[in-house]
């Protein structure tokens, strides 16, 4: 279901009066009282009367203001040859990430390629992409375009003043072209104003916002639709500040009064007009907002209609987002991922990230070595993984490198706040996957392990277990 048709009623509040400005964080704890926004009063109720799973789907669909994840990184052959190749047995980015777990604090107590193993080639700096922008027949105005497009697509909501204002005047130059395009391509709605950009993403499973249960996403609502009518929001619970803050809806000013944005909240509470498509285009946008959205998508995860559609589509579909995005396709046997490059779009490799990340790295490269199967073998999309194997293994790590470092976690003290962040980690980037009760290793995880040896010697065993 699409944004608009959870935001029923929601289209006529166009426009709107200029901020409000009160004297102090301390007036924000005002009850709000009935206005004449009855859409929020409709969605709170709807919120508070879902469960968990619930109120969580019906938040992505009313606000998709989820960023974009894509893993990180340049194999030495990212297609060609490579193609026919399971991740399992492929080109690897190992070495790029040992380098960059060093370069962050993490240091390596044994040798980064077990003897007799084969070294993975070099892979490129991080900040080495092409750069298409003056490329034959191209122009500058064609690197604003994707520059704002990759803004957009990592943070859909932008306003002048915000954390990546910056970026703002070239979406406001491109507006026109950006908007045609988001709509083309993956069916997204673009509204901007003078005052805020916003890309409408549709619905995604497994994109939450952290911290909120049903009655959080009530309380937001009602916050939005009181800044909206122009009246103080409650924003007694904990969890509301900080995300209406980070949207720029409500704003610290320097001389500690707080300002809200009023159009922005209605521009939030607003469900756009949908982006016409045809029977025809309909397969074409679910199969380009997965590639888009999401570090990998496998071929085998896909609807029949769809599966066909991407496989006959592929060189086509890469060319058309590394123009739009600067996304390099890395096609192998299992599915295709659209790299980023330079890192941007990865939780794997940004600096917020940090330690755990490269933790979580190196837990990927432990399991693949453990499990990867042999060349021979048929290499599944995904394995089983013991988790006797898991606790083992990050066992292993922290005695090689240490704990990672986590100002609201003492891993020290809270092994388990450890695995947990690690493993959440690993599944948001799709390197693995829930089965129940237990985690499935995905084949893309082996990008991040030392290349496999494809002709072990007679007698030796598997490459990547011990006898």
Not at 89 to 105: E, F, L, N
Not at 225 to 235: K, M, S, T, Y
Not at 242 to 250: K, S
Request: proline share 10%; aromatic share 4%.
């Amino acid at each position: 279901m699409e944004q608009h048709e959870y935001a029923t009623g929601a289209r006529g509040a166009a426009g709107g009066a200029a901020d409000g400005r009160l004297g102090g964080a301390g007036q924000l704890t005002a009850h709000a009282r009935t206005g004449a926004y009855p859409q929020a009063e409709l969605l709170a109720r709807r919120f508070a009367d879902a469960d968990e799973a619930a109120a969580h789907r019906l938040f992505t669909a009313l606000f998709g203001l989820y960023p974009a994840r894509h893993l990180g990184g340049r194999p030495a052959d990212s297609h060609g040859p490579a193609a026919a190749v399971s991740w399992w047995h492929g080109p690897t980015v190992h070495r790029a990430a040992a380098a960059a777990a060093r370069s962050r604090g993490l240091r390596r107590a044994r040798p980064e390629t077990p003897p007799g193993r084969v070294p993975a080639p070099a892979a490129p700096g991080r900040h080495r992409r092409p750069d298409r922008t003056r490329g034959p027949g191209q122009s500058a105005a064609a690197g604003e375009r994707r520059t704002a497009a990759r803004l957009l697509l990592a943070h859909p909501l932008v306003t002048p003043a915000g954390p990546h204002g910056a970026g703002f005047p070239l979406i406001h130059r491109h507006a026109d072209w950006l908007t045609r395009r988001f709509g083309e391509l993956l069916g997204y709605p673009l509204t901007v104003g003078p005052g805020h950009a916003r890309l409408h993403k549709a619905p995604l499973a497994g994109r939450t916002q952290p911290g909120f249960r049903p009655e959080g996403y009530a309380a937001l609502v009602l916050a939005l639709g009181a800044i909206a009518d122009g009246r103080v929001p409650d924003l007694e619970r904990p969890e509301l500040p900080a995300l209406l803050t980070d949207w720029q809806v409500v704003t610290t000013e320097p001389d500690g009064g707080i300002a809200l944005d009023r159009d922005l909240a209605r521009t939030l509470l607003t469900a756009p007009a949908p982006v016409p498509t045809g029977p025809a285009d309909g397969t074409a946008v679910a199969v380009r907002r997965l590639l888009a959205e999401n570090p990998v998508v496998l071929t085998d995860e896909l609807a029949a209609p769809e599966r066909a559609w991407l496989l006959g589509r592929l060189p086509a579909e890469a060319e058309l987002f590394a123009d739009f995005l600067g996304l390099e396709a890395e096609i192998r046997a299992e599915g295709i991922a659209l790299v980023d490059p330079a890192d941007e779009l990865s939780d794997l490799a940004s600096a917020s990230a940090g330690p755990l990340a490269h933790t979580a790295l190196l837990l990927a490269e432990r399991l693949v070595e453990e499990l990867r199967p042999l060349p021979e073998e048929a290499a599944p999309p995904a394995v089983l993984v013991p988790d006797a194997l898991i606790d083992g293994a990050l066992g292993d790590i922290t005695d090689d490198y240490g704990l990672p470092e986590k100002p609201e976690c003492d891993y020290l003290a809270d092994r388990t706040a450890l695995r947990r962040d690690v493993l959440d980690l690993l599944h948001r980037m799709q390197l693995i996957a829930e089965a129940g009760r237990n985690w499935v290793l995905r084949a893309p995880a082996a990008r991040y392990a030392p290349q496999a040896e494809l002709h072990p010697a007679p007698g030796t065993g598997r490459h990547s277990r011990g006898a």
